[in-house]
Every structure is written in C-alpha cells, then in structure tokens.
C-alpha cells in the first residue's frame, strides 16, 4: 500500500473490512485524520 493511504483505510483492510470501511466513510475524522 502506497504511503498515501490514509490509516483509517489501512485498518479497514487489515481487520474488518466492510463494517469499518463504512464507519471511516462515515467519519473519518473520529479515527485518524491525515
């Protein structure tokens, strides 16, 4: 993953995929603002 990546998006990908990707798309700020 290219360092662009955002780490919300990361951990979205690494633990639980679809149920933390919507929460990141739905507040992304409250886990880790780039």
Same mark, same amino acid.
């Given at each position: 993953?290219? &360092? *662009?990546t !955002?780490?919300? =998006?990361? &951990? &979205? /990908? /690494? @633990? *639980?995929? *679809? @149920?933390? @990707?919507l929460?990141d798309? =739905? %507040? !992304?700020?409250?886990? %880790? !603002? !780039?």
């Amino acid at each position: 993953m290219p &360092a *662009k990546t !955002p780490i919300y =998006l990361k &951990a &979205a /990908n /690494n @633990k *639980k995929g *679809k @149920k933390f @990707k919507l929460r990141d798309i =739905l %507040s !992304p700020d409250m886990i %880790s !603002p !780039p």
